[in-house]
């Protein structure tokens, strides 16, 4: 049955603390698409009949776990550039000479707070793809769980859109503002397509 | 910044034994969802210009607390349900008694195994509705973690749906696989359109 679920994190995710919030809850669902592609890997690997898929599904473990490991550490960094933005508002805005800083402060740690859940959204958006690779290649016998893993992929592509999106209006810089949500909206247009067909050769495999 | 994110969970996940696997990981899901509307209501109880809110949020708390208890048990429950069934798989077929015993067995884990992510549809609506409540009386400041509360809890509900869909084909019980697909897709239906609407909410009260 492996570990038992260790609940601290949703504790904290539940208590009146803002952080962790709905940004490391995406790094974290999109962890859990990386870790299910990678079961299925495991679980593909050495089985009869997925001889001719051995080279892709080593080259695609390889590439879940390394998104697994660069999501896994987005929860905490998520959190982290949140706490910055919330200490810069913070700052002191007596005269006009702290007004700028504190100004300066708050667009930096805006800047952080959306450049965390587009990185999430990328990663995301990499396990969506690796799905696609692994609904036609993996064990047909845990094919539901590459479902569970676009699932999961998709869940927190659009969760960390939502990240970037609660920040933008804010941002003076509105170059850097319209790149982001250019790319988030390239992103959740190309990911919606690819999750549904994903989605589609599951369930067809199922029947 | 909250608890830090325990990986053993994600290891376990990811390794190449057969659970946890997705049906874990949809009642996690679902458990994240929940736990991020209790951190919503937590965030909007005593805040100033939401005292009218005050007591629908209280109660919004104990339903979304409740959902969370039994959405993380339910991750245990899942890996449970899955193991039994695949020692009933494992027993003896030599003799026309052993076979018999073995069918009954089988047919019995099959039951168990798709009453369990039924179970974790079932809550993942409920958090998908608990999310229509909190989006129109929660802090607009932590709306966005409304956003992702309810798209957690879609993805757990798609989720669970898959882990019905693939113990179903094999049941004798028709009756019994029937009701299990029916009501499964009456809940993907409504809860479809009131995740995309929660959705939407959420998108204009952040615009």
């Not at 998709?154 to 790149?179: C, E, G, M, Y």
């Amino acid at each position: 049955m492996g570990a038992p679920l260790d609940t601290a994190f949703l504790d904290a995710l539940a208590s009146g603390e803002p952080t962790p919030g709905g940004g490391g809850a995406a790094a974290l669902m999109g962890a859990m698409g990386a870790a299910l592609l990678s079961m299925v890997c495991h679980l593909t690997l050495g089985k009869k009949g997925y001889e001719a898929a051995e080279h892709e599904m080593r080259e695609l473990l390889d590439e879940a776990e390394t998104l697994r490991t660069a999501l896994q550490a987005m929860v905490a960094d998520d959190a982290a550039a949140f706490d910055r933005l919330m200490s810069a508002y913070r700052l002191p805005k007596a005269s006009d000479e702290e007004k700028a800083y504190r100004g300066a402060a708050i667009q930096n740690g805006l800047k952080a707070a959306t450049l965390a859940p587009l990185e999430c959204a990328r990663a995301a958006a990499g396990v969506i793809r690796l799905s696609a690779r692994a609904v036609e290649h993996g064990n047909t016998h845990v094919i539901s769980d590459v479902g569970v893993g676009v699932l999961a992929g998709w869940a927190a592509l659009r969760s960390a859109a939502l990240n970037v999106q609660i920040n933008v209006p804010q941002l003076k810089d509105r170059t850097f503002a319209d790149h982001a949500l250019t790319e988030i909206a390239a992103l959740l247009d190309e990911c919606g397509r690819l999750t549904e067909s994903v989605h589609a050769r599951v369930t067809a495999k199922l029947g």
